[in-house]
């Protein structure tokens, strides 16, 4: 480990930390570089990544992933490869935790690259450095906190890792170079005790996105999911909002649904392709749609119903 790892103590032998998906696979895949917290780091050093049994639903997954072109975007990178899945109750890789420091402190951190100021959405900001991923995930359970991985799952583990490029690596420069421990909460300067250094500006595109994050990273407190998966529905609904004209709007799932079902209850022409018009009025405007209907597809046993195809236009849909 390029900064010798010595925060922990005897308290930890092998730390892991379980996650959350889509956050777990973004973090090792070099991806993602803050690890935000509402609690300090309690180590330095390597900390084993674990993804937690929950499944990510795809609107998070969605947001999250949108959160990152557009953060990325602000230092010129656009092509940014995403894990392929997403998987859940596996051990994942590995990252090097360096510091740690408040939020007001990385969001005016010059030193570092914007995308990764813009990281800086919770109290405390663990700093990830040296992502290493497991060709083969492990299937193991998780706990809450930071723990120690077991001997037996460590010792088959180390012998799988692999280093991960991200889309742009970060060494995180240390306020003192002969302290490795020396990145810590309050080190640096901060917006809240009157430095110069600004923080980064939001475009709108931006600012949408990290709304976005913000609400997905609520939704696993009992007391605010109905509130972030609204919030998530809501940024998905913006990000469609600013790629379409004005004047235009995807059809609404319970919209959609009715059409569907009245072409496929309805008499109709027998013919290949049945095109139907869909009149709406959307605040005091009036537009149309185009609706397709094929019988050879509809009539197919694998073909989804209406009911079904409306389901996977939700998370696509505008308010």
Known sequence: MRRGGGGGGDRYRNPCLTMHQPWASLLVHGIKRIEGRSWPAPINGRIWIHAAAKVPEPDTIKVMEDFYREIYAVNGIIDIKFPDHYPVSRLLGCVEVVGCVKSEELVCWDEVPESVRFEGLTQFCWLCENPQKLLVPFEMRGYQGVY??????????????????????????????????????????????????????????????????????????????????????????????????????????????????????????????????????????????????????????GAPSHKLFAAALKGLSSK
């Open 148 to 301: 120690n991985l077991e001997k037996k799952i460590y010792d088959a583990a180390i012998r799988g890792l692999r280093p991960v490029k991200g889309p742009l690596p970060v060494k995180f420069p240390l306020p003192d170079i002969s302290n490795p421990l020396s990145l810590k909460p309050g080190s640096l300067p901060s917006c809240k005790t009157g430095s110069k250094l600004s923080e980064p500006g939001h475009s709108c595109s931006v600012s949408v996105a990290i709304a976005g994050a913000k609400a997905a990273a609520t939704q696993f407190s009992k007391k605010d999911q109905s509130q972030s998966n609204h919030e998530i529905r809501k940024h998905n609904d913006q990000k469609l909002d600013m790629n379409y004209p004005s004047g235009t709007r995807h059809i609404l799932p319970q919209e959609m649904d009715t059409r569907m079902s009245s072409l496929t209850n309805d008499s109709v022409p027998a013919k290949n392709s049945l095109d139907q018009q869909a009149h709406i009025e959307v605040g005091g405007n009036s537009r149309s749609y185009t609706l397709e209907a094929n019988s050879r597809s509809s009539s197919h046993p």
